[in-house]
C-alpha cells in the first residue's frame, strides 16, 4: 500500500520568541540571528572578533531529574553528590537565558566554544571567535574528552 506521508511542520524560532529577559542579558558582543547550521532555530553570533578564554555563563534553567526532561537539546547533565545526576533544563525559554540559543556545531572545525563545569554550574569557554561567526560547541569533541575521563563511559561506547 503507497500512503502519502506528510511530515508535520516543524516550528522555526524567530526573534519574537525570545522573552525580553534574554534579549536584555545578551553580552555586548553577540546578537541573535538564524542559525546557519539549524534552520529552524536562532543561534548566537558574534559581533566583533572574540578572543580565546572568554568565559560565558553560567547555563540557567530548570532543574530536574532526567525522567522529567522531555527533550536533550536545551539542556546539560550534572552530578550533585546528595542528588545524583540532575539536568539544567532550558527548553522553556522563560527558564533559560541566552546560552541556550547556541548550537551544536556539525563539525570540529566549526567549533569556537566549548563546556566547562565549575561548582556543578555549565560555563562555555571561548576558543577564537571571528566577527560575525556564529557561536558553536561540538558534541564530538566533548564526547571524546567525556570517553577519554570517564572509564565506565568508554566501555560502553566501546562494547
Not at 36 to 42: E, H, P
Not at 69 to 73: D, F, R, T
Not at 85 to 97: I, R, Y
Given at each position: 500500500m503507497n500512503q502519502s506521508t506528510t511530515d508535520a511542520p516543524v516550528a522555526v524560532e524567530t526573534l519574537d520568541d525570545v522573552p525580553e529577559h534574554v534579549l536584555r542579558g545578551l553580552p555586548e558582543d553577540?546578537?541573535?540571528?538564524?542559525?546557519?547550521?539549524?534552520?529552524?532555530?536562532?543561534?548566537?553570533?558574534?559581533?566583533?572578533?572574540?578572543?580565546k578564554g572568554k568565559k560565558f555563563g553560567p547555563f540557567v534553567g530548570d532543574k530536574k531529574k532526567r525522567s522529567q526532561?522531555?527533550?536533550?537539546?536545551y539542556m546539560w547533565e550534572v552530578y550533585y553528590p546528595n542528588l545524583g545526576?540532575?539536568?539544567?533544563?532550558?527548553?522553556?525559554?522563560?527558564?533559560?537565558?541566552w546560552l541556550r540559543y547556541i548550537n551544536w556545531?556539525?563539525?570540529g572545525k566549526e567549533q569556537n566554544l566549548f563546556p566547562l563545569e565549575i561548582n556543578r554550574t555549565i560555563y562555555y569557554k571561548s576558543l577564537k571567535v571571528s566577527l560575525a561567526e556564529q557561536l558553536l560547541l561540538c558534541y564530538l569533541l566533548l564526547l571524546i574528552l567525556l570517553i577519554l575521563l570517564d572509564k565506565e563511559l568508554f566501555s560502553y561506547y566501546l562494547y
Open positions: 553577540v546578537r541573535l540571528f538564524p542559525s546557519a547550521v539549524d534552520k529552524t532555530r536562532l543561534g548566537v553570533w558574534a559581533t566583533k572578533s572574540i578572543l526532561v522531555k527533550s536533550n537539546v545526576w540532575m539536568c539544567v533544563d532550558a527548553t522553556d525559554p522563560e527558564k533559560g537565558n556545531a556539525r563539525s
